[in-house]
């Protein structure tokens, strides 16, 4: 019945998505702002610069971002679910951080396209390409059922996070629960400044994306400044910007909350030894359980579980033929 419900869920978020594109595409293009003078009218000898503008990428280049997207996911659950190993997810991470990350310079980044799908809920003459809307939808939906695959290494903005972390401190519970807080304020201003009138309109997530400017080693310097500041920070508080300020981290955890699946730190039964509790360095256990909302799927408790590692030494042991 559970399982009903959320493929219902999910269809119909994909299905909205696939109508809202549709409709959008539908209107007649108008242009929405007053043409330039020209050149004659302005005289003088001046002459209009040439406009350079970056070729839109190919529509099949997109589909094959679409695909890897959703191959990534794919991944990033079985690795995490079924075969719980932390070095595969490391691999996972760095792989991602390379492909959306630094070839890809960020793109593509469902993190970001929360203004776009907002902005084309209010505005029904904004198009987005169905590509981006989907890029949108696609981990929220595995998350309905999994958790936050995506935050495992698939999100490049996670995944430079995931690679800094060095000496990790616990962040009192009721700090962070305060913290936690910010991302959806911030959520729900990066929306109401997306979608106010054109001149007023701003699309915060982008334009104070810490990290964007390292993927493209290109940028402002004092977002330069303060993605080092997040780097650094996070090498003793994992991973600050997805804990405390994603907003689309937000919509993750609120996701979460239907799935049925997702970490569970034992193979089996559990221990209760508490070294998970401290190999978790985004103070996502409590009471020796992974809490889905707030579980980043790095699988580190599976690498500092007892039990996890008889279970690994165990298979291992039946490949080679058993023990000698
Ligand atoms: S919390 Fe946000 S930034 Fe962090 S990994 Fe998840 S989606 Fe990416
Ligand atoms: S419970 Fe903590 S250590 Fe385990 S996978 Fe989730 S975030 Fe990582």
Redesign the pocket.
């Known amino acids: 019945m559970r399982c009903l419900l959320l493929g219902m869920i999910a269809l119909g978020m994909l299905f909205f998505a696939c109508v809202w594109e549709a409709r959008a595409q539908a209107l007649p293009y108008e242009r929405p702002v007053e043409t330039a003078p020209s050149q004659d009218a302005i005289g003088g000898g001046y002459a209009v610069p040439d406009v350079q503008k970056p070729p839109p990428r190919r529509q099949w280049l997109q589909v094959l971002d679409l695909i890897l997207l959703a191959l990534a996911l794919a991944a990033s659950v079985w690795i ?1 679910i079924s075969k719980r190993s932390r070095r595969w997810a490391q691999a996972l991470t760095v792989a991602c951080l390379a492909y959306f990350g630094f070839y890809r310079e960020g793109c593509i980044c469902p993190v970001g396209s929360i203004q776009n799908v907002a902005l084309a809920l209010v505005e029904p003459r904004y198009s987005i390409p169905i590509v981006v809307t989907l890029s949108f939808f696609l981990p929220l939906v595995v998350a309905l059922f999994y958790g936050r695959a995506f935050c ?1 290494g698939v999100c490049a903005l996670g995944a430079i996070q995931e690679l800094v972390v060095w000496k990790p401190v616990t962040v009192p519970r009721r700090l962070d629960a305060a913290l936690g807080l910010l991302k959806y304020a911030y959520l729900g201003l990066a929306i109401w400044v997306a979608v106010r009138p054109a001149l007023a309109r701003e699309f915060l997530i982008c334009r104070f994306d810490p990290f964007v400017s390292f993927f493209r080693l290109d940028g402002f310097l004092h977002m330069m400044l303060i993605g080092a500041g997040f780097l650094v920070v996070g090498m003793f508080v994992g991973r600050p910007y997805c804990r405390y300020l994603c907003p689309y981290g937000g919509l993750l955890n609120w996701c979460t909350r239907l799935a049925r699946r997702g ?1 569970t ?1 034992t193979p089996d039964k559990e221990l209760d030894c508490g070294l ?1 509790t401290e ?4 103070g ?2 409590e009471k020796m359980r ?2 889905r909302r ?9 690498a500092s579980c007892p039990r996890q590692q008889a279970a690994t030494e165990l298979v291992s042991i039946s490949n080679v033929g058993g023990p000698r």
């Not at 707030?294 to 599976?302: G, S, T, V, W």
Request: charged share 10%.
């Open positions: 995490v495992g970490v730190i998970c190999a978790c360095p985004y996502a256990i992974a809490v707030d579980c980043l799927y790095c699988a580190r408790c599976y």
